[in-house]
């Protein structure tokens, strides 16, 4: 008979309760006790949760009365209210001696090198990473991180070669590189290609009727689109109606879709409700997206988490909260604090000094580098990506430079609520160790 928790892995409740320990020799294993009040303890849980051969109610009570006896790291014996623990996660003594060099390690270049390094010897690799990384945040052309990261540098700009090759166009298919374009006709058969095809010129014909002065002829083009009941039109509404700039056009191929019973509908939705300015448009397009079309929808939207635009990263969390799939809380909390990328034009010249402040917003010579109401709307994601702006009140000649604008999603934050029932803020550290008690 299984247990009502995994072995070693224990939900509780939790007291308002904070202890900092050290690594003591000889410990095997080191268990994360997190506690309702944000408090952690760390150390090695001697109780056994109640038994699942009583019934329910006796477990109740007994989870009730429950305490929790935790050997800390430095060897000191503590008891805990079980009702005041919110779960308890198994850790190795040696990732639990990572996580006390983390804390300590004096952020430089040399810090996390070393710590890097030592996590290299000590086979935690993605730890490795998670320390190269802020060292070349520290550091941007610290060669060895980036080499050992396998990041290139393209146009004067450092990244991985996944995102190179994205970003000229290119996706994967069993284990190559090739253009978006190879993979749609790979994945289409010459009949395929032809049925599309062939209503082109029809939808061409249709939507100029429907958008002529001839009352007669805007009748029969619009009837004539809305009779349309053949997935193999999609292609042809996309190119046509998807991105036309009339909303009442945009709204007829919403309405249009609705009467498509077909996997393909899902993408131009989903491209109305990330990318539409107009909100009735938007709105009508994910009405459409019922749990039939899920599995479909979803890899499409986690995507659109890592977009260029802030607000095309919230719209996507927003529609992962309608559509109510929990496959998605993982992304989701990588997706909490995003930054974002925007020029700013700046003097010619070494005259002002560059920087961060608390806030994480960009400075210059002491003073933000945006103005108050442009990084407002950068935090909101109301500029396009790689919008310019121009501080007032900087005379002399100016230079273009990019700088990161760092946001707290909170339509993120929305959907991980509505698909979780928790909330831990913008704490990505505790929404993982939560997801990770839950799921294990």
Known sequence: MSLPFPPRLLLFSVLAFT??????AGTAAADLIRLHSGGEVRGEVRDEPPSSEKRK???????????????TLSGAEMVLAQPDVEFVEQRTAIFEEYVTRARVVEDTVE???????????????DEQREQLERVVELEPDHAEARGILRHVNRNGVWMSREEMMRQRGYVQHRGRWITTQEME???????????????????????????????QRQKDGVQNLKDIQDPDAISALDRFLGSHESRQVRLLMVEILSGISDQRIVVPLLEFFLYDGDPVVRRGAI???????LDTALPHLVKALDDDSNLTVNRAAEALGFLGDERAVPRLIESLIT??????????????SFGTGADGRPTMGGSSLIPPGI?????????????IVNPPNVPGAMKTVTVRVTVKNTDVLGALQKLTGQDFGYDER???????????
């Open 111 to 125: 810090g996390h090198w070393d710590l890097a390094e030592w996590c290299r010897s000590q086979r935690l690799l």
């Open 339 to 352: 930054s974002h990328k925007y020029k700013v034009a700046v003097p010619q010249g070494n005259q002002m």
């Open 57 to 71: 109610g006796d477990r109740e009570a007994e989870k009730e009365s429950h305490s929790l006896t935790v050997i």
């Open 375 to 387: 990084e407002m709307m950068a935090r909101a994601g109301q500029l396009p990506y790689g919008a």
């Open 430 to 440: 505790a929404w993982l160790q939560w997801w990770t008690v839950k799921k294990g």
């Open 185 to 215: 006709l790979l994945n289409k058969t010459s009949a395929e290609r032809e049925a599309e095809l062939a209503w082109f010129p029809k939808i061409r014909t249709w939507l100029a009727w429907a958008t002529s002065t001839s009352p």
């Open 287 to 293: 009405d459409l997206l019922g749990p039939a079309y």
């Open 19 to 24: 202890a900092e320990n050290v690594i003591g």
